[in-house]
Protein backbone atom coordinates (compact mmCIF):
# COMPACT_ATOMS: atom_id res chain seq x y z
CA UNK A 1 0.00 0.00 0.00
CA UNK A 2 1.24 3.83 -0.64
CA UNK A 3 2.16 5.78 2.11
CA UNK A 4 3.33 9.76 2.43
CA UNK A 5 5.16 11.11 4.94
CA UNK A 6 6.05 14.60 5.80
CA UNK A 7 8.37 16.10 8.26
CA UNK A 8 8.54 18.08 10.62
CA UNK A 9 5.16 17.87 12.23
CA UNK A 10 5.35 21.25 13.29
CA UNK A 11 8.19 24.25 12.88
CA UNK A 12 8.50 27.76 14.50
CA UNK A 13 11.14 29.75 12.31
CA UNK A 14 11.64 33.86 12.72
CA UNK A 15 11.26 36.02 9.92
CA UNK A 16 14.51 35.91 7.49
CA UNK A 17 14.60 32.55 8.25
CA UNK A 18 15.47 29.85 5.81
CA UNK A 19 12.98 26.92 4.99
CA UNK A 20 12.70 23.41 4.07
CA UNK A 21 10.14 20.73 3.92
CA UNK A 22 10.51 17.30 2.66
CA UNK A 23 8.11 15.07 1.55
CA UNK A 24 8.13 10.90 0.55
CA UNK A 25 5.81 8.73 -0.69
CA UNK A 26 6.06 4.91 -0.80
CA UNK A 27 4.70 2.52 -2.42
CA UNK A 28 4.07 3.77 -6.29
CA UNK A 29 6.19 5.21 -8.95
CA UNK A 30 6.10 8.20 -10.88
CA UNK A 31 3.42 9.68 -8.82
CA UNK A 32 2.20 13.18 -9.13
CA UNK A 33 2.76 15.04 -6.34
CA UNK A 34 1.56 18.19 -4.81
CA UNK A 35 2.47 21.28 -2.15
CA UNK A 36 -0.66 23.01 -0.63
CA UNK A 37 -1.10 25.47 1.68
CA UNK A 38 -3.86 26.32 4.25
CA UNK A 39 -4.12 29.51 5.67
CA UNK A 40 -5.65 29.98 9.41
CA UNK A 41 -10.19 29.51 8.67
CA UNK A 42 -9.36 29.39 4.62
CA UNK A 43 -9.09 26.55 2.55
CA UNK A 44 -6.82 23.87 0.56
CA UNK A 45 -4.93 26.63 -2.28
CA UNK A 46 -2.10 24.43 -4.31
CA UNK A 47 0.96 25.89 -4.55
CA UNK A 48 3.13 23.52 -6.49
CA UNK A 49 2.75 20.25 -8.57
CA UNK A 50 4.92 17.78 -10.14
CA UNK A 51 4.32 15.35 -12.83
CA UNK A 52 7.94 14.07 -12.74
CA UNK A 53 11.52 14.25 -11.64
CA UNK A 54 12.44 17.84 -11.85
CA UNK A 55 9.34 19.26 -13.72
CA UNK A 56 7.72 21.61 -11.27
CA UNK A 57 4.61 24.09 -12.12
CA UNK A 58 4.02 27.11 -9.93
CA UNK A 59 0.57 28.03 -9.32
CA UNK A 60 1.04 31.16 -7.11
CA UNK A 61 4.19 33.58 -7.52
CA UNK A 62 5.87 34.21 -3.75
CA UNK A 63 8.76 33.49 -2.27
CA UNK A 64 8.34 29.71 -2.17
CA UNK A 65 9.62 27.12 -4.08
CA UNK A 66 9.63 23.21 -5.01
CA UNK A 67 12.02 20.84 -5.78
CA UNK A 68 11.59 17.03 -7.13
CA UNK A 69 15.32 15.85 -6.77
CA UNK A 70 14.26 11.99 -7.35
CA UNK A 71 10.94 10.13 -8.18
CA UNK A 72 8.85 10.30 -4.71
CA UNK A 73 10.59 12.92 -3.08
CA UNK A 74 9.26 16.81 -3.30
CA UNK A 75 11.04 19.49 -0.99
CA UNK A 76 9.28 22.86 -0.51
CA UNK A 77 12.20 25.88 0.28
CA UNK A 78 12.09 29.68 1.02
CA UNK A 79 14.81 31.16 1.43
CA UNK A 80 13.70 33.94 3.85
CA UNK A 81 10.91 33.38 5.44
CA UNK A 82 8.02 35.88 5.78
CA UNK A 83 5.20 36.35 8.30
CA UNK A 84 2.55 35.48 5.70
CA UNK A 85 4.02 32.06 5.26
CA UNK A 86 2.66 30.97 8.42
CA UNK A 87 -0.02 28.22 7.73
CA UNK A 88 -0.43 24.43 7.41
CA UNK A 89 1.15 22.96 4.52
CA UNK A 90 0.29 19.71 2.98
CA UNK A 91 1.76 17.69 0.47
CA UNK A 92 -0.21 14.90 -1.22
CA UNK A 93 0.04 12.11 -4.63
CA UNK A 94 -2.00 11.27 -6.69
CA UNK A 95 -1.24 8.45 -9.52
CA UNK A 96 0.56 8.56 -13.04
CA UNK A 97 -2.14 9.29 -15.70
CA UNK A 98 -4.94 9.66 -12.97
CA UNK A 99 -5.52 13.56 -11.64
CA UNK A 100 -7.99 12.59 -9.75
CA UNK A 101 -7.93 11.46 -6.08
CA UNK A 102 -5.08 12.78 -3.90
CA UNK A 103 -3.90 11.29 -1.33
CA UNK A 104 -2.72 13.87 1.29
CA UNK A 105 0.51 13.46 4.17
CA UNK A 106 -0.15 14.56 8.26
CA UNK A 107 0.96 18.58 7.33
CA UNK A 108 3.38 20.54 8.69
CA UNK A 109 2.58 22.89 11.11
CA UNK A 110 4.64 26.63 10.20
CA UNK A 111 4.84 29.57 12.45
CA UNK A 112 7.00 32.44 11.19
CA UNK A 113 7.51 34.54 14.25
CA UNK B 1 -12.13 34.50 -9.12
CA UNK B 2 -13.22 31.14 -6.62
CA UNK B 3 -14.07 28.70 -9.30
CA UNK B 4 -15.19 26.14 -6.43
CA UNK B 5 -17.40 27.87 -3.16
CA UNK B 6 -18.75 26.18 -0.32
CA UNK B 7 -21.07 28.82 1.00
CA UNK B 8 -21.82 27.51 4.43
CA UNK B 9 -18.83 28.07 6.77
CA UNK B 10 -20.67 26.07 9.61
CA UNK B 11 -23.01 23.41 9.80
CA UNK B 12 -24.80 21.78 13.08
CA UNK B 13 -26.65 18.54 12.85
CA UNK B 14 -28.34 16.12 15.81
CA UNK B 15 -26.75 12.63 15.45
CA UNK B 16 -28.92 10.06 13.54
CA UNK B 17 -29.78 12.98 11.21
CA UNK B 18 -29.09 13.55 8.02
CA UNK B 19 -26.25 16.07 6.88
CA UNK B 20 -26.28 17.61 3.94
CA UNK B 21 -23.24 19.81 2.68
CA UNK B 22 -23.39 21.84 -0.98
CA UNK B 23 -20.82 23.18 -3.01
CA UNK B 24 -21.52 25.42 -6.03
CA UNK B 25 -18.76 25.68 -9.02
CA UNK B 26 -18.66 27.83 -11.90
CA UNK B 27 -16.30 26.27 -14.21
CA UNK B 28 -18.47 24.52 -16.61
CA UNK B 29 -15.06 22.06 -17.51
CA UNK B 30 -15.01 20.35 -14.31
CA UNK B 31 -15.06 16.92 -15.28
CA UNK B 32 -14.56 14.48 -11.68
CA UNK B 33 -15.77 15.79 -8.09
CA UNK B 34 -14.48 14.66 -5.18
CA UNK B 35 -15.47 15.08 -0.99
CA UNK B 36 -12.92 15.36 1.66
CA UNK B 37 -12.57 15.71 5.23
CA UNK B 38 -10.03 16.81 7.28
CA UNK B 39 -9.98 16.95 10.97
CA UNK B 40 -7.66 19.59 13.20
CA UNK B 41 -3.94 19.11 12.60
CA UNK B 42 -3.89 16.48 9.79
CA UNK B 43 -4.31 16.07 6.36
CA UNK B 44 -7.66 15.56 4.77
CA UNK B 45 -8.72 12.41 3.77
CA UNK B 46 -10.55 11.47 0.61
CA UNK B 47 -14.30 10.28 1.27
CA UNK B 48 -15.88 9.94 -2.13
CA UNK B 49 -16.24 11.42 -5.58
CA UNK B 50 -18.13 11.38 -8.81
CA UNK B 51 -17.49 11.43 -12.69
CA UNK B 52 -19.59 14.87 -14.51
CA UNK B 53 -21.02 11.69 -16.91
CA UNK B 54 -23.43 10.45 -13.48
CA UNK B 55 -25.59 12.40 -10.73
CA UNK B 56 -25.48 10.12 -7.98
CA UNK B 57 -22.60 7.91 -6.55
CA UNK B 58 -23.44 6.31 -2.82
CA UNK B 59 -20.63 4.63 -0.85
CA UNK B 60 -21.93 3.39 2.79
CA UNK B 61 -23.47 6.34 4.76
CA UNK B 62 -22.23 8.81 1.80
CA UNK B 63 -24.00 9.54 -0.95
CA UNK B 64 -22.84 12.60 -3.34
CA UNK B 65 -25.16 14.41 -5.87
CA UNK B 66 -24.29 16.22 -8.82
CA UNK B 67 -26.27 18.46 -10.69
CA UNK B 68 -24.75 19.84 -13.76
CA UNK B 69 -26.98 22.37 -15.03
CA UNK B 70 -27.28 24.00 -11.62
CA UNK B 71 -23.47 23.44 -10.94
CA UNK B 72 -23.99 22.16 -7.90
CA UNK B 73 -23.33 19.25 -5.67
CA UNK B 74 -24.04 18.16 -2.61
CA UNK B 75 -22.64 15.25 0.09
CA UNK B 76 -25.49 13.83 2.18
CA UNK B 77 -24.20 11.72 5.40
CA UNK B 78 -27.16 9.84 6.76
CA UNK B 79 -26.96 8.88 9.38
CA UNK B 80 -24.87 11.74 10.97
CA UNK B 81 -22.76 10.12 13.81
CA UNK B 82 -20.56 12.04 16.10
CA UNK B 83 -17.05 10.98 14.41
CA UNK B 84 -18.74 12.67 11.29
CA UNK B 85 -17.40 15.95 13.30
CA UNK B 86 -15.00 17.50 10.87
CA UNK B 87 -14.24 19.94 8.06
CA UNK B 88 -15.35 18.79 5.02
CA UNK B 89 -14.31 20.12 1.28
CA UNK B 90 -15.58 19.66 -2.17
CA UNK B 91 -13.13 19.78 -4.72
CA UNK B 92 -13.85 19.78 -8.52
CA UNK B 93 -10.71 18.20 -10.69
CA UNK B 94 -9.49 21.01 -13.82
CA UNK B 95 -6.85 18.62 -16.02
CA UNK B 96 -3.83 17.67 -13.50
CA UNK B 97 -5.10 19.73 -10.33
CA UNK B 98 -7.73 20.23 -7.89
CA UNK B 99 -9.25 23.27 -7.01
CA UNK B 100 -11.13 23.44 -3.38
CA UNK B 101 -13.31 25.19 -1.98
CA UNK B 102 -13.53 26.43 1.90
CA UNK B 103 -14.38 23.93 3.69
CA UNK B 104 -17.58 23.35 5.81
CA UNK B 105 -17.07 22.65 9.63
CA UNK B 106 -19.72 19.60 10.30
CA UNK B 107 -20.58 19.39 14.17
CA UNK B 108 -22.61 16.38 15.11
CA UNK B 109 -24.38 17.20 18.39
CA UNK B 110 -25.54 13.72 20.74
Known amino acids: SQTIHQWPATLVQPVGSPLSLECTVEGTSNPNLYWYRQAAGRGLQLLFYSVGIGQISSEVPQNLSASRPQDRQFILSSKKLLLSDSGFYLC????????????FGPGTRLTVT | DQQVKQNSPSLSVQEGRISILNCDYT??????FLWYKKYPAEGPTFLIS?????DKNEDGRFTVFLNKSAKHLSLHIVPSQPGDSAVYFC?????????FGQGTRLTINP
Open chain 2, 91 to 99: AASETQKLV
Open chain 2, 50 to 54: ISSIK
Open chain 2, 27 to 32: NSMFDY
Open chain 1, 92 to 103: AWSLDGGFYEQY
